[in-house]
Antibody
């Protein structure tokens, strides 16, 4: 079955970077965009960006441009999210999600279990 | 910037109908998706493209979208429907937006 499995929880200090992975299985990895969405405690979902696993092309939310980097390794069917210059308000659960339809970043449909990133000195 | 507005909470008795709204300027011209999220879990897509249901989602879930309001309707509400519900639109090619979420309590 289609599955996205994310890496484990991380604790980072302010100013550091974090890299989260998202291992996909059960479908053709290069056919569907992967989205990254985060949720701070008690807050709404917040879209960070999307990557086209076929081309490696990315789209980032304006707020996060320059601070998030999305990559993929097609041989490992894994997508990665790196966030730099972490601050306390970056503490959140970070989700990856596969899009609903092929070849377009329209709708995050199938979600990973989430990765808790805690930023604390 | 575009904003999606949802009521923070609502309560409904079992067997009744819950209607969760998502307001936005001319939202009827956009495609709206809805997610259900239980505490400590990842969101689950329950409605896409305004009114389509993914496989495995009960027929009790339906959606509509017109004017400035999109609506998620849950008929014959059950205890398992208690969760947070979020609306979502793809505003431009550079931004996806989510509503603030509605906490549905089943009395």
């Amino acid at each position: 079955q289609v599955q996205l499995v994310q890496s484990g929880a991380e604790v980072e200090k302010p100013g550091a970077s974090v890299k989260v992975s998202c291992k996909a299985s059960g479908y053709s990895f290069t056919d569907y965009f992967i989205h990254w969405v985060r949720q701070a405690p008690g807050q709404r979902l917040q879209w960070l960006g999307s990557i086209n696993p076929n081309s490696g092309g990315t789209i980032s939310a304006p707020k996060f441009q320059g601070r998030v980097t999305m990559t993929r390794d097609t041989s490992l069917t894994t997508a990665y999210l790196e966030v730099t210059s972490l601050q306390s308000d970056d503490t959140a659960i970070y989700f990856c999600a596969r899009d609903l339809i092929t070849a377009r970043p329209v709708c995050p449909a199938l979600w990973g279990q989430g990765t808790l990133v805690t930023v604390s000195s | 910037s575009y904003v999606l507005t949802q009521p923070p909470s609502m309560s409904v008795a079992p067997g009744e109908t819950a209607r969760i709204t998502c307001g936005g300027n001319n939202i009827g011209s956009k495609s709206v998706h809805w997610y259900k999220q239980k505490p400590g879990q990842a969101p689950v897509l329950v409605i896409y493209y305004d009114s389509d249901r993914p496989s495995g989602i009960p027929e009790r879930f339906s959606g509509s979208n017109s004017g400035n309001t999109a609506t998620l309707t849950i008929s014959r509400v059950e205890a398992e429907d208690e969760a947070d519900y979020y609306c979502h639109v793809w505003e431009t090619t550079s931004d996806h937006l989510f509503g603030g979420g509605t906490k549905l309590t089943v009395l």
